[in-house]
């Protein structure tokens, strides 16, 4: 198996087998003070699961880290893909995922990561970098972005 696409988004879900990404790929959230609590956001991916792969369950894990110590946020899941009809024998098969997180907690300003793991072994990771907003501490966050701005 094989992470073949990893990134942050603002929404995402698949349907039909297809990826449908709102606001994706970004790597930093802004704040005015902290604690912050950030509404939501989604972890996307792709997985390629070779043809010798398929039909065997394989264990997702998704979870915020900092520091090598996990933050709390996280998912886990099992993968068992099959054969598509018509699939040339040898082909890839290739797995989107869209998993949205709420009300993520940043205790301070920092880098953290988005480590993907399968059958526990880490196979990539999304890095977020999470700072105070251009000009420093305000004293009341805009009332329609809460504490964030990406």
């Known amino acids: ?10 929404a995402a ?10 606001g994706g790929q970004w790597d930093r959230l802004y704040t005015h003070s902290f604690p912050a609590t950030h509404a939501g956001l989604t ?3 792709v997985i390629e699961v070779s043809y010798a792969e398929a039909l ?3 264990h997702l894990r998704v979870a915020l880290m900092r520091d090598g110590e996990a933050m709390g946020p996280e998912a ?6 099959g054969h598509a009809p018509g699939t040339t024998p040898g082909a890839p ?6 998993l949205p997180f709420e009300q993520i907690v940043f205790p301070s300003t920092g880098r953290f990561e988005w480590v ?24 009341e966050p805009a009332e329609d972005k809460g504490p964030f701005s990406t």
Request: hydrophobic share 50%.
């Open 1 to 10: 198996m094989r992470l073949q696409s990893a990134m942050l988004a603002d």
């Open 13 to 22: 879900r698949v349907a039909d087998n297809k990826l449908y990404v709102f």
């Open 43 to 45: 972890v996307v991916l």
């Open 56 to 58: 065997t369950d394989h």
């Open 76 to 81: 886990r899941g099992v993968i068992n893909v």
């Open 93 to 98: 098969s290739y797995v989107p995922i869209a």
């Open 116 to 139: 993907v793991s399968l059958n526990d072994e880490p196979m990539g990771f999304i890095p977020l970098e999470v700072t105070l907003a251009p000009g420093g501490a305000m004293e």
